[in-house]
T-cell receptor
Framework: AQKVTQAQTEISVVEKEDVTLDCVYE???????LFWYKQPPSGELVFLIR??????QNEISGRYSWNFQKSTSSFNFTITASQVVDSAVYFC????????????FGTGTRLKVLA | GAGVSQTPSNKVTEKGKYVELRCDPI?????LYWYRQSLGQGPEFLIY????????DSGLPNDRFFAVRPEGSVSTLKIQRTERGDSAVYLC????????????FGPGTRLTVL
């Protein structure tokens, strides 16, 4: 069965601190996709990144970076120099690479960045 | 360009009533998904359309839930005899083809069943 675990329910940091959001996944598939989405208070899920299972290169986009490690089934997300606007709920998701490609989401991590 | 839109943004209804939730996907996207998000949880898959047909409805919780997409664009999620447990945010997402494409989500419809 496929599963995504985000063990951190809520994290609070002070502005300009770095913060890492953890994501651990389970799947029997050898081909799959991993995603991070941001859900601000407005409620809309905003796409941040997609990774396929064959690409373990870390990625950096501005203050955001992602660390994908198949050996530990983890896909962690780091925000450098956090800002108040980063406050949101962040979801990690897993998609099977067959059939419907439906997403399996974790329960989310609520990030609060305090000024 | 325009993103995924959903109407209404909020719907309050009484137990036992019928409701319809509408989703307008991104123009040209053939794949459409419905998810349900309960408070404090991640979205859960309900149904997937590829074109006009429901390719996977394995996530629908019971036969009170039904969805259509008659012309391969707009989709309507229909809930009969609503129950308080149906209260949630219903999210719609679309992607260009399905397959490995990224899904883009709408703002959701918050359904409250009194």
């Amino acid at each position: 069965a496929q599963k995504v675990t985000q063990a951190q329910t809520e994290i609070s940091v002070v502005e300009k601190e770095d913060v890492t959001l953890d994501c651990v996944y389970e799947t029997r598939d050898t081909t799959y996709y991993l995603f991070w989405y941001k859900q601000p208070p407005s409620g809309e899920l905003v796409f941040l990144i997609r990774r396929n299972s064959f690409d373990e290169q870390n990625e950096i986009s501005g203050r955001y970076s992602w660390n994908f490690q198949k050996s530990t089934s983890s896909f962690n997300f780091t925000i450098t120099a956090s800002q108040v606007v980063d406050s949101a709920v962040y979801f990690c998701a897993l998609s099977e690479a067959r059939g419907t490609y439906k997403y399996i989401f974790g329960t989310g991590t609520r990030l609060k960045v305090l000024a | 360009g325009a993103g995924v839109s959903q109407t209404p943004s909020n719907k309050v209804t009484e137990k036992g009533k019928y409701v319809e939730l509408r989703c307008d996907p991104i123009s040209g996207h053939t794949a459409l998904y419905w998810y349900r998000q309960s408070l404090g949880q991640g979205p859960e898959f309900l149904i997937y359309f590829q074109g006009t047909g429901a390719a996977d409805d394995s996530g629908l919780p019971n036969d009170r839930f039904f969805a259509v997409r008659p012309e391969g664009s707009v989709s309507t999620l229909k809930i009969q005899r609503t129950e308080r447990g149906d209260s949630a945010v219903y999210l719609c997402a679309s992607s260009p083809r399905g397959s490995e494409d990224t899904q883009y989500f709408g703002p959701g419809t918050r359904l409250t069943v009194l």
